[in-house]
């Protein structure tokens, strides 16, 4: 039995924190699974909050001429809803899956950068909590998710300062994030993990983290161009002193499309792990699969002017855009055919994972069908900045992205916390939230092509679309049923003892399941060596004289060599106060930004302190 | 279950598709009143059907799997035949996808550049979005009208065109300094009448071009569809479309200063107009008419605000016919209208009394 060593302490000048469990210990922590589930209880706390926001927003939308909200209002209420849910749920949501998964995954005991990893979780939760502190300061902010200058920068409320500089933050957190993923999956495989052996969603993974560090320094210029023309009077975006507000959509929009891939990816790795556990058959296609996200990844960076359509780039360039709008759908496709093609002649268990995962494809097809609609670049004239936008982009980051994250959660939820959820309680979830959603995005798609504007506070009777509005409402509330559902079943979970009869509950087919549940925190005892893809399920699995499969009786499984001799010390990397420390600094800036240079001053002091502790403290805990 | 589940969202939204193309619905995009609309929507017709098709099969194809496969209580316990691909399989629904984008785009790239044609013989309309109402100028040769300089033909709220004439529209972003400290910005907006043309943006710093018919008289309905601050929503417009005796007519009127008004009390409402009301605020500030000392450009043009042509005002949210609205704009603009840059003046009864005579005179 390996143990927790205590190697001699390291060079430095200020001791190390100790303890791993307690209240406290979750401010220091490095542990990656950890920080995957403070990143998970963070994110979907953001998500209640852009939900109500939602709500909102359909409360006033249930009628014409509503008076829930006034203009002001609503503005920040559905910009506020589009930022939540973007930056703080489904991106983070998606890092406390990769947090957790990734090192479990690939046979790893922790992420590359531990003390780094800490660092993003705290950037994102307090860049989220700098931004939502603007409602108490004067507004939030009121310019759309977009963002789009001379509006953004002439508004004189101070919602939109706040909106760049809490954006900078997160993004901080995020490139720091995919760093060090991208690191960790590329560099700390266990042995025999060759690429083509690691699972899917690792695989997803890591072309996220890739879009992430290449798409954020974008949104980065435009986010500092945007804050000094507010900020300074600066004349990035303002035409009559030769500045060119397109110049903003460009920068916003080469991040906000491969942003949407990485929303969608992870979703993606996700179903590809759960759909062939449940239908107990390797996932069809493999290569063709990753393959096919790689390509993804790609063109996604040559597709963003399709958002500009109407902005009047000319032509070529509108020619150029729909023709490669059109072409990203070809790998798309690939994966919905390689999904279906691994749960053909299957032996199909629809647990509510699998539930929520093949919801993920059929949501995520019509939502990917509208999206085609959108290179046929003349009629997108009609189309764009109405409901029919609205409806294809919800069918594909509510279908896609988050049916597919409640998947994970359903699946998951047993390895992260030693309880099943309730399965009855999760097939009424699932069916209460497709019924929901569908009324409440399906609707959108008429409303659109029947002439409502997005963005819109609120419309008049005589267009003629108050019906489809209300089947809307009526839907969104469903969706919030169904959500309410899947809290209760998460909170009964924790009332049942801990423990699993089976600690491998779904006859899973990836080494996190060979730990216990919930892992060790060195995760595996012994580093595992890799022989194939799926290599859990071929630990489990013979083939017998036919040729077919059988399960190896339990205890006669061949011994697995492991990489090192047996019992040798395990080195994890100890909890330090210093990237916690570092990232208060970041939001104490932003307000120094707004309000005083002092404050800016006193923040980058905070900054320097926690990098140079980081720098300096010993290597590991005295 | 499941199956009887997607049937019945299939249906529904076979009716809802269905239900967008009846019914009273002024800005249906299914329902085009000019070639260009027409021809957007042509080219997005197949492409439906094309995605329907797909849906179907796709669709379809996991419910029968999903039915077909799963597992049965009592069944066999046995692993399924263990596939894990077929090369053959993956290029083909690789290129089979491609080969049918082909199809689509074809005719998709040929629009893009139909539509950005613009013909020598068209009329020439220059469509300005403010912050929150749309300004038309009618900027051909013989549009000038009798009075002043001289200058264009200018509205607010309702563009008005001879059906049947080709029109070129180049789409302004504008803006000036309303009252003080609130100025009202150039933003982005976007110049979209469902029924005639899909939009394109009103973008600050340049022109951008819609070439557009009606093929009957009537009135279309349109809006700003890029978000521009506050009162987004109700940034809306009309397009008034007339047979050729009665567009000359109105030309004609146009080109006139606004006739004096000979009711008393319309004629209180000319002075208060002209020279401020009685908490000292001023109409000319931003408003001009025609013929008179009343010249900026700031606010919407009033000089034939009450021609029946010109059918509705802020931002085309309230018809010019409906007096209780016009009232109820004059005494609190950004009351009904929040945000409006139009200040409340604090107008007594008899003001807006004798305001409204005026307005309502200028035919």
């Known amino acids: 039995m390996a143990s927790v060593s205590v190697p001699a302490p390291g060079g430095g000048i200020l001791r190390r924190p100790t303890a791993t469990t307690g209240f406290w210990s979750w401010f220091t922590t490095v542990d990656h699974k950890k920080i995957g589930l403070l990143y998970g209880v963070t994110s979907f706390v953001f998500f209640l909050i852009g939900g109500l926001e939602a709500l909102l927003i359909r409360a006033q939308l249930y009628q014409p001429n509503g008076t829930v909200l006034n203009e002001a209002q609503y503005n920040q209420i559905f910009t506020m809803h589009g930022l939540t849910m973007v930056f703080l749920f489904v991106m983070p949501m998606s890092a406390a899956f990769f947090n957790y998964l990734i090192p479990l995954m690939i046979g790893a005991r922790d992420v590359a950068f531990p003390r780094l990893n800490a660092f993003s979780f705290w950037a994102f939760i307090l860049g989220g909590l700098f931004l939502y502190s603007s409602w108490f300061l004067g507004g939030a902010p009121n310019g759309g998710w977009f963002g789009y200058p001379p509006n953004s920068v002439t508004d004189p409320s101070i919602g939109m300062t706040f909106y760049a500089l809490g954006l900078l933050i997160t993004g901080v957190a995020s490139t720091a994030g995919a760093v060090n993923l991208a690191v960790t999956i590329i560099n700390m495989r266990a042995p025999g993990m060759s690429l083509f052996r690691t699972p899917v969603f690792v695989w997803m993974g890591l072309v996220v983290q890739f879009l992430l560090a290449f798409s954020l320094p974008i949104i980065t210029v435009g986010l500092f161009q945007l804050l000094f023309d507010r900020r300074w009077d600066t004349a990035f975006y303002d035409p009559v002193r030769g500045g060119d507000p397109i110049l903003w959509q460009h920068l916003f929009w080469l991040f906000g499309h491969p942003e949407v891939y990485i929303l969608v990816l992870p979703a993606f790795g996700i179903i590809s792990e759960i759909i062939p556990v449940f239908s107990r058959k390797p996932l069809f296609g493999y290569q063709f699969v990753v393959f096919s996200g790689i390509a993804i990844g790609f063109i996604g960076f040559g597709v963003w002017a399709h958002h500009m359509f109407a902005a009047g780039l000319g032509p070529v360039a509108n020619t150029a855009f729909g023709v490669s709008t059109a072409i990203i759908a070809i790998p798309t496709g690939v994966k919905i055919f390689n999904w279906m093609a691994t749960m053909y002649g299957g032996d199909l268990r629809f647990g509510s994972p699998m539930l929520f995962s093949v919801g993920t494809v059929t949501m995520f097809v019509i939502g990917g069908l509208s999206g085609v609609t959108h290179s046929v670049v003349p009629s997108d004239y009609q189309q764009t900045d109405t409901y029919y936008i609205v409806a294809h982009f919800h069918y594909v980051l509510f279908g896609g992205a988050i049916f597919g994250l409640f998947a994970g959660m359903y699946f998951w939820w047993p390895k992260v916390f030693g309880r099943m959820l309730n399965e009855r309680a999760g097939k009424i979830h699932f069916w209460i939230m497709i019924v929901g959603f569908n009324l409440t995005f399906g609707p959108m798609h008429v409303l659109g092509l029947g002439g409502m504007i997005r963005r819109s506070a609120t419309y008049p009777e005589g267009l003629g679309l108050t019906g489809w509005n209300q089947i809307s409402s009526v839907g969104s509330f469903m969706i919030g049923l169904a959500v309410l559902v899947f809290i209760v079943n998460a909170i009964a979970s924790f009332r049942r003892p801990k423990g699993l009869e089976n600690e491998d509950p779904w006859d899973a087919r990836t080494i996190e399941w060979t730990t216990s549940c919930p892992p060790p925190e060195h995760n595996f005892d012994e580093i595992p060596v890799i022989t194939s893809v799926d290599e859990f399920w071929h630990r489990k699995y013979a083939v017998d004289k036919e040729g077919r499969p059988v399960r190896v009786p339990a205890g006669a499984a061949p011994a697995q060599e492991e990489a090192h001799g047996p019992a040798h010390a395990i080195h994890l990397p100890s909890p330090s106060y210093w990237p916690l420390v570092a990232t208060i600094g970041l939001p104490i800036i932003g307000y120094g930004v707004l309000y005083s240079w002092w404050l800016v001053g006193a923040g980058a002091v905070v900054l320097l302190v926690g990098l140079y502790g980081w720098a300096l403290e010993p290597s590991v805990a005295e | ?363």
């Not at chain 2, 269905?18 to 997005?44: E, I, M, R, V, Y």
């Not at chain 2, 199809?103 to 403010?130: N, Q």
């Open chain 2, 1 to 363: 279950m499941r199956k009887r589940l997607l049937w019945v969202l299939a249906f529904a939204a076979l009716t809802l598709l269905l239900g967008a193309c009846s019914g009273d619905l002024p800005q249906n995009t299914f329902d085009p009143a000019g070639p260009t609309a027409q021809k957007q929507k042509d080219l997005l017709m197949p492409v439906l059907w094309v995605a329907a098709a797909v849906f179907v099969l796709v669709e379809g194809g996991i419910v029968l799997i999903a039915l077909k496969y799963r597992h049965r209580k009592g069944g066999d316990d046995r692993l399924p035949p263990q596939v894990h691909g077929n090369t053959r399989l993956e290029i083909g629904w690789t290129i089979a996808p491609a080969v049918v984008l082909a199809f689509v785009m074809v005719p998709t790239v040929g629009m893009i550049w139909e539509l950005a044609e613009r013909p020598a013989d068209a009329m020439h309309i220059t469509v300005k979005g403010y912050q929150w109402w749309w300004g038309f100028e009618y900027t051909d040769p013989d549009m000038v009208v009798s009075y002043g300089q001289g200058g264009p033909i200018v509205v607010a709220d309702t563009m008005v065109v001879p059906a049947g004439r080709t029109v070129d529209l180049s789409i302004e972003s504008a803006g000036g300094l309303v009252g003080g400290d609130d100025p009202d910005f150039r933003v982005a907006h976007s110049f979209w009448a469902p029924r005639l043309f899909g939009k394109q943006d009103a973008m600050p710093g340049r022109t951008n071009h819609i070439v557009f018919a009606a093929d009957e008289p009537g009135t279309y309905w349109g809006q700003c569809a890029e978000f521009c601050g506050l009162q987004h929503a109700r940034m809306r417009f009309r397009i008034v479309a007339l047979d050729e005796a009665d567009w000359r007519a109105w030309v004609e009127n146009e080109k006139q200063p606004a006739v004096e008004p000979t009711d008393p009390l319309a004629k209180q409402g000319m002075d208060l107009f002209l020279n401020g009301v009685s908490g000292g605020g001023q109409c000319t500030a931003c408003h001009s008419v025609g013929g008179t000392n009343a010249t900026s450009p700031a606010g919407p043009n009033l000089t034939h605000f009450a021609a029946p042509e010109h059918e509705c005002f802020a931002g085309c949210n309230w018809d010019t016919t409906d007096v209780e609205a016009l009232r109820a704009w004059l005494h609190d603009p950004p009351g009904v209208k929040y945000g409006s840059k139009m200040p409340n003046y604090n107008l007594t009864d008899d003001e807006i009394d004798a305001l409204t005579a005026y307005l309502l005179s200028l035919t």
